[in-house]
């Protein structure tokens, strides 16, 4: 199995989308803290204080997830997309072994996507905000929960992105359905059910549990477990249709 | 001994039978041309042998078991399946270090098969950039990673150049020669006509003969053709003489299983002028074609 879990890992570091899409999320993440460092006390916003620390560093927690997920998809969809499901399967018949390894290999590489940018948010932010004159330390609380938030959702989304995947095949099909899932799917099923407390109970809402913890979602504990189950569910129907549906 | 056992195989793809009851075995050593026109179910067949497509009924087994009990299946099986199945933005190497890894198969591995194709000098190009000869390449090269006593290969000559058929011929028989075991698909008899031991040939996804290549050479027959002015009328008297003679120009007949020598009497007899006369024997490829055309599977 570790050697199953090295090889996706290998499949993920020799072509150059892991590398764009990390670098994407670093990006990313030092505009959101430049943005969000700028705008503070203005406009009616709050100005910087010690504790806007873990909200700076957490702001690219969202998209965050949403790159693990798609890490996810197109890990899976891809061997579809190019073929080269043929070749895993053959070097490897055990089809489950197979799909186990993925939900492993791109569970971390949607941690270590993570890791780096919430380590640059981390050092730029803090930096920034001593340089103004607040008084911010990495050893703050609340901080660590945020970053622990935003690192297990991110591991979560690409175990669901490869459960999707394996669900879906089709890679365009899977990432336009997740994301209408996400922005119409779900809110339309709530005003359907005319019922707001079932909402928190929806994947991406679960997922938002981690990354912004907020009254109307579940604690945070509830929401990643919920979550991490809806993974484990789309990974097992995902599971169950790689194996037996024949690879032409 | 066989080291491939298809039995009874059969695959319905709705309402389409893709494999009939198919059954053949090949033995150790043996270089197999599994041939068939396209639509045949030879690819399928292939895949149900590797594991790939579950079969409706029946059994295809590789060393005694089904390629998905194999332990190590790479260490016993090569397969090229489709030029294409590469990722186009990972280099050569890091495909087969891919696989290598997944398999369990030493590092070194990667650049040895590399050599062994001649891709050395492309190893770390992406094969995005490949020729469709070059992905062919890299596709054997695959296969030979876990240096198998046995190899299957579907249409491996498809889309390659003169020069690159003629590569994969040689190497073919290089393989042969070393004692492997090799089932190769064609559609194209000429294709593998030099390089294997024994055909199975199947239509409809049917069994049509499984016979050794000298025996279908002796399926090849003697015609005679024959250009004279009066075909109209030196037809029906070779037709008498229980000859199948056809009519292939307003002039010109051609006459089977037959010699120039009982043509020439029929036609002195008769009185009837021959402008020019020549034996002609049909190649393996009429034979194919007969075999497996629509009235073919009636061997």
Known sequence: MTRLVRAELVKLRTIRLFYGVAAAMVAFGVLTVAANVTAAGRQGNAPLAAHSLPGLVAAPATMLSGAALLLGILGMTGEFRHHTITQTFLTTPDRGRVVAAKLAAYAL???????????????????????????????????????????????????????????VRNQVAALVGVLVWAVVIEGL???????PSLGK?????????????????????????????????FSVVGTRFVIRRDVT | MAVITIDGLTKRFGDVIAV???????????????LGPNGAGKTTTLRMLLGLVTPTAGTARIQGRPYRELAAPLRHVGAVLESSSFHPGRTARNHLRVVSIA??????????????????????????????????????????LGDPEVLVLDEPANGLDPEGIHWLRGFLRHLADQGRTVLVSSHVLAEVAQTVDQVVIIAHGRLVTQSTLAALSARTEQAVRVRTPDAEALRPLLVAEGIQADLAGPDQIVAIGTTTETVGQAAAAAGIVIYEM??????????????TGPQGGTS
Request: proline fraction near 2%; aromatic fraction near 6%.
């Open chain 1, 201 to 233: 109970w929806l994947p991406s809402a679960a997922a938002a549990a981690l990354t912004n913890p907020s009254d109307g979602h579940l604690s945070r504990w509830a929401g990643g477990l919920l979550f991490a189950a809806y993974g484990l569910a």
């Open chain 2, 20 to 34: 009939d009851g198919l059954s053949f075995e090949v033995d150790q050593g043996m270089v197999t041309g599994f």
């Open chain 1, 189 to 195: 099923l709530l005003s359907l059910l005319n019922a």
């Open chain 2, 278 to 291: 020549g034996a002609e024997r049909s190649n393996l490829e009429e034979v194919f074609l007969e075999l």
């Open chain 2, 103 to 144: 398999a369990g198969l030493p590092r070194a591995r990667a650049d040895e098969v590399l050599a062994q194709v001649g891709l050395d000098q492309a190893a770390d190009r992406r094969v995005g950039g490949f020729s469709l000869g070059m992905r062919q390449r890299l596709a054997l090269a695959t296969a030979l």
């Open chain 1, 109 to 167: 590489a949607g941690i270590v996507v993570a890791v780096l940018t919430l380590a640059v948010t981390t050092v730029v932010a803090t930096s920034w905000m001593n340089a103004k004159g607040v008084s911010v330390s990495v050893l703050d609380g609340g901080l660590g929960r945020v970053l622990g938030g935003t690192l297990l959702a991110a591991g979560l989304c690409g175990l669901v992105g490869v459960g999707v995947g394996a669900l």
